[in-house]
């Protein structure tokens, strides 16, 4: 049989069952649509925490007080010992190292802002003229943190861009008094929006001098120090140097972690990596269910069409060319229901991509093609079976009945 | 030209042993017209089927054109009914799906033969049948006598040499039946070898030579 009428054949079987022949490739599409529109949030979010990530810069270092158990981690295991606080002693001998351009010590607490009656809880950074530079951040108005020492706590504060509108509404607000705590600032800039960065919203958050951020939470230490690398060249030189200028200022004791942002990007890549391998490894099970399907109704479909496998037998028709011809019919369910499915995942990923701009859920070019080869393989394997039987079928007693 | 030599043919149905063919000899020569009568279960059928080779006969052994066809592969059988039998049964054994013309050119679609020239042969089988006007019908459209007669184009589409008729005329009626025993008629004049099962005693009575079987033997053959 010629292979153009051997898929002529089995398309004409496929259109005379328009039911079963919908279904079957239906419960193929979901399966191949799934895996794509899973592995495209996968992707998505993967994509999205690295883009943050990127946002801060590629040669920043981020020391932690505590010693990690492993290295190239966040710190989220620290070991016994509990370790010494960071000062701002601390930061202002890391900037002295020749590696480092920046530092910005951070200080994190949250606290009530208000503004005559209106008021709110803020998150609120302390930290110094650097931090504006090392974040990348930018202002809409006025001044940031002016630079000097570090350790006077002038009384000025910088509002991100929700917290002005929430304090101020309209108003003009450079100049302005407000309360953070217990204590007055003068507002002095305000920072242009920017939404979401690591985790917490800079335009929800007021940025004071870090030595006032220490009386406002009482502590003499500090939450983070951030450094700048003099290049993307010197961040390991420079984690290098931090990690003795500080073992040395600790009485030799490694009681920091210093992470580069590679790492906790290569931390991040691999666990949300894994999480979207996860998330197509089931929707892979619903892909072989539906390969399962297909089996069973081909092998239903051979015993109701006894009749005709042995006319064509009769007819000189070689158990080759029947076991083919029943091949070529799973092979077309399966290859059209997953390349509607493929469809269908891509549509849903513009759909989602549509709905939360800000997530690129774009399935990975990996996931269509193992979805899409999968979904092929199991049509062809599940085909097998119900085509040679159909090869065996005795043509003789199948001809016999009605 | 045919030759079944001691073809014994059994059934196994749980422990028991059905001998549809007992010691079977049979010599057909080319463009013969036989018809085998029969009770029903004397293994007309069977007998039909070792001839077209879709059964294997338990014991004994078969010539088709003085080759041994008895020990052939599954894939071998089927070249060899391709080429040389062509089967017609009581019940047509249409493929619904497909219209009558395709139907007459399934044979010749299986065997590889290009469309152009499948086209022309199936044209000519149309018109040899009286089947033009009804080229694009389904099965489902067309009367019994028209479906025999698109089963009859289908099985001389190769042009075997052998034609097996099983009950060609059993769900037709009189005059229907008629016309398609004519059709078959004329295909052995112009030398077909013409196989019939029948259980019309005026049909079977018609042909060269008349077998009858009874319990899986021959028991009577007459010529004349
Ligand atoms: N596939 C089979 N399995 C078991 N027994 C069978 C099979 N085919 C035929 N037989 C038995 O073999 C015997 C001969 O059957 P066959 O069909 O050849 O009879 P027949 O002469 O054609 O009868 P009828 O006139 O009713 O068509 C019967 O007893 C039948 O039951
Ligand atoms: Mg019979």
């Not at chain 2, 079987?213 to 028991?219: F, L, P, T, V």
């Amino acid at each position: 049989m010629r292979p153009r009428d051997n898929l002529a054949y089995a398309w004409q079987t496929l259109r005379s069952q328009p039911m079963r022949s919908a279904l079957m490739m239906l419960a193929m599409a979901i399966g191949v649509g799934s895996v794509v529109v899973l592995t495209a949030l996968g992707e998505g979010a993967r994509r999205y925490v690295l883009d943050q990530f990127s946002s801060l810069g590629t040669h920043l270092l981020i020391v932690i007080p505590g010693r990690a158990e492993t290295s190239g981690g966040t710190p989220g295991v620290l070991s016994g010992v509990t370790p010494r606080d960071l000062t701002l002693d601390d930061a202002a001998a890391v900037a002295r190292s020749r590696q480092v351009a920046r530092v910005a010590p951070l200080n994190v607490g949250a606290a009530q802002v208000s503004h005559g009656a209106r008021g709110r809880e803020a998150v609120i950074l302390g930290s110094t003229a650097e931090f504006l530079h090392i974040r990348h951040m930018r202002l809409a108005a006025g001044r940031f943190l002016p630079p000097g020492d570090p350790a006077h706590a002038a009384s000025v504060c910088v509002l991100g861009a929700k917290m002005r509108s929430e304090l101020f509404g309209a108003a003009p607000v450079l100049g302005a008094w407000l309360r953070i705590g217990d204590r007055r600032f003068r507002v002095i800039g305000v920072l242009a929006p920017q939404g979401q960065q690591m985790g917490f919203n800079t335009d929800e958050t007021v940025v004071i001098p870090v030595a006032a951020a220490q009386q406002l939470f009482d502590t003499p230490s500090l939450f983070r120090i951030m450094v700048e690398a003099r290049g993307r060249d010197s961040v390991e030189r420079a984690k290098i140097d931090i990690g003795e200028i500080l073992k040395a200022r600790h009485e030799g004791e490694e009681d920091v972690t210093v992470v580069t942002q590679d790492a906790i990007l290569s931390t991040f890549d691999r666990i949300l990596g894994a999480l979207t391998l996860a998330v197509a490894g089931i929707a892979a099970i619903s892909l072989s269910v539906a390969g399962i399907l297909i089996m069973n109704v081909m092998l239903i479909s051979v015993a109701q069409r006894r009749s005709e496998i042995g006319l064509l037998k009769a007819i000189g028709a070689t158990p080759a060319t029947i076991r083919r011809l029943f091949f070529t019919e799973a092979a077309l369910l399966s290859l059209i229901g997953s390349l509607l499915g493929w469809l269908l995942g891509w549509l849903a990923s513009l759909g989602i991509t549509w709905l939360y701009p800000t997530l690129h859920a774009t399935p990975p070019l990996w996931a269509v093609l193992a979805a899409l080869g999968m979904a092929l393989g199991m049509g062809i394997v599940f085909s097998l079976l119900p085509a040679r039987r159909a090869a065996r079928l005795d043509a003789a007693l199948a001809l016999a009945r009605r | 030209m045919i030759r079944l030599e001691a073809v014994e043919r059994i059934f196994h149905v749980g422990d028991e042993a059905v001998h549809a063919l007992r010691g079977v000899d049979l010599h057909i020569e080319a463009g013969s017209y036989i018809s085998i009568m029969g009770p029903s279960g004397s293994g007309k059928s069977t007998l039909l089927n070792v001839l077209g080779l879709l059964d294997r006969p338990s014991t004994g052994h078969y010539h088709l054109d003085g080759r041994d066809v008895t020990g052939l592969s599954d894939e071998e059988t089927a070249a060899v009914r391709r080429d040389k039998v062509g089967f017609v049964f009581q019940f047509f054994h249409l493929i619904p799906r497909l219209t009558a013309a395709a139907n007459i050119a399934l044979p010749m679609t299986l065997a590889g033969i290009a469309p152009a020239q499948r086209q022309v042969r199936v044209a000519e089988l149309l018109h040899d049948f009286g089947l033009e006007a009804r080229a694009d019908h389904r099965p489902a459209e067309l009367s019994g006598g028209q479906l025999q007669r698109v089963a009859i184009a289908r099985a001389v589409a190769l042009n075997p040499s052998v034609v097996l008729a099983d009950e060609p005329t059993g769900n037709l009626d009189r005059a229907t039946g008629r016309d398609v025993l004519a059709l078959l008629e004329e295909l052995n004049r112009r030398g077909t070898t013409l196989v019939i099962v029948t259980h019309d005693q005026e049909i079977g009575a018609r042909a060269q030579r008349r077998i009858v079987m009874e319990d899986g033997r021959i028991i009577s053959d007459q010529s004349g």
